[in-house]
């Protein structure tokens, strides 16, 4: 365990539903962030929180709404999602933003039909 | 455009060979090189990293290789045994932070 915990670890939904992911990270981290791994692309950076704040929003479709009510929680809101939206998304965090080592969660197996 | 290039996509080894990864980046601002291991099922793990003040880092059987003029590194694994299987992501960051560029990564097999 990396201490970065996401549920849940698969999820279906429609493209008409509204779901939300979740990450919890016990490592005293203030920077959280979101990735998405798609088969054959890199892994792409969604956002990143510092602190509880917005750092970053690396153009993402407003159809994901991130959260962050603390620096132990973020979570990734869905809705009206596409089926190429279907991917792996990960949850990381590190002691800052640009800081240390990023440790990584099991990540959320997200299937869209 | 795809600031950090990997290849190969997929590498099979012989149990006890040499695994080589290479890597190659655009972005000169770039100053910080880990190397990812991401098991099925599982989130990707640091594995080793690197600053580009040194040309090369060694932690156990894993090396990683560095060439800043080139702007390339590469990721050796000595004596490959069959429990690193795995898929192997490079990346790099500038600030020597976690805003990560990641390359597509390399599935690598270990064969006994």
């Known amino acids: 365990e990396t201490g970065v915990t996401q549920t849940p670890r698969h999820l279906v939904m429609g493209m008409t539903n509204k779901k939300s992911l979740k990450c919890e990270q016990h490592?005293?981290?203030?920077?959280m962030y979101w990735y998405k791994q798609s088969a054959k692309k890199p892994l792409e950076l969604m956002f990143v929180?510092?602190?509880?704040?917005?750092?970053e929003n690396n153009s993402v479709p407003s159809r994901f709404s991130p959260e962050c009510p603390n620096s132990s929680h973020l979570f990734l809101h869905l809705h009206t999602l596409q089926p190429e939206d279907s991917a792996l998304y990960l949850c990381?965090?590190?002691?800052?933003?640009?800081?240390?080592?990023?440790?990584f969660g099991q990540g959320t197996r997200l299937t869209v039909v | 455009q795809q600031q950090v290039k990997q290849s190969p996509q997929s590498l099979i080894v012989q149990k006890g060979g040499i695994s080589i990864i290479n890597c190659a980046y655009e972005n000169t601002a770039f100053d910080y090189f880990p190397w990812y291991q991401q098991f099925p099922g599982k989130g990707p793990a640091l594995l080793i990293a690197i600053r580009p003040d040194v040309s090369e880092k060694k932690e156990g059987r894993f090396t990683i290789s560095f060439n800043k003029s080139a702007k390339q590194f590469s990721l050796h694994i000595m004596d490959s045994q069959p429990g690193d299987s795995a898929t192997y992501f490079c990346?790099?960051?500038?600030?020597?932070?976690?805003?990560?560029?990641f390359g597509t990564g390399t599935q690598l097999k270990v064969e006994l």
């Open positions: 990346a790099a960051s500038t600030g020597g932070g976690n805003k990560l560029t």
């Open positions: 929180y510092n602190f509880k704040e917005q750092t």
């Open positions: 990381a965090s590190s002691p800052q933003r640009g800081r240390g080592e990023a440790f």
């Open positions: 490592l005293g981290h203030n920077a």
